[in-house]
């Protein structure tokens, strides 16, 4: 007889601790920065242990992974709202999309940033915080490759190259925002230059001029 396990359901009072641990940490985060984030000021502020925090969660790498995690679902969550049928307002959609939420959820996006930032220069992220970039740059890359199929741009740069390119250059922008060494709307405004110039660099002839308008009129 097979014996099947099914896996125990998360307690609602776990799942409230764990919660409010996830909410703690990205306050400290997005006041205090990295630096902020120690598991023993975590602990107090959320009226937890530190080895409650390890059983619910995991240790700071984990915790940082939880952070990004939760930005990007949230993002991904509003961005397969947008119903635009033209490649280029798509993926300008994507841009203004973003930062119109960042602007609303300014705490919650910087700790996600900062926690993104030091996974990437350490090298301590895991596979899962890879895949979250990798969707996040997928976003764009869908946009060229409609773009292709629909002939405004040659093909000759594939789309998951100006996908991964156009999110590189925002993701400086967003980086520089987090800082405090742009405003919302630089901020904004890079993210849309980077559209802008990674489709000019396999536009054909005709959708030129388009982009170049748009370049002209892009204001800060």
């Known amino acids: 007889m097979t014996v099947i396990a099914f896996e125990k359901p998360r307690s609602p009072q776990k799942s409230d601790r764990r919660t409010r641990i996830i909410a703690e940490a990205r306050r400290l985060i997005g006041e205090q920065g990295f ?24 240790g700071k790498e984990k915790i940082l992974n939880e952070l990004f995690a939760d930005w990007v679902g949230m993002i991904e969550q509003e961005l397969t709202k947008i119903d635009e049928d033209h490649p280029l307002d798509k993926a300008e959609a994507v841009v203004v999309e973003a930062t119109r939420m960042i602007g609303e959820n300014r705490e919650y996006f910087r700790s996600a940033q900062i926690a993104a930032d030091h996974l990437r220069r350490t090298g301590e992220g895991s596979g899962e915080w890879k895949q979250l970039g990798s969707r996040s740059a997928s976003m764009q890359e869908n946009a060229a490759r409609l ?34 060494q742009i405003s919302l709307e630089r901020f904004r405004h890079d993210g849309l230059l980077g559209v802008y110039l990674y489709f000019l660099s396999d536009a054909t002839e005709a959708f030129r001029p388009v982009l170049l308008k748009k370049l002209t009129d892009l204001e800060v």
């Open 35 to 58: 630096e902020g984030l120690s598991l023993r000021k975590l602990a107090a502020a959320a009226d937890v242990t530190v080895p409650t925090i390890y059983n619910l969660i995991g």
């Open 147 to 180: 773009a292709q199929e629909q002939g405004l741009l040659r093909g000759d740069v594939a789309a998951r190259v100006l996908g991964e390119q156009i999110f590189a250059n925002y993701r400086v922008a967003s980086s520089a925002w987090t800082y405090g």
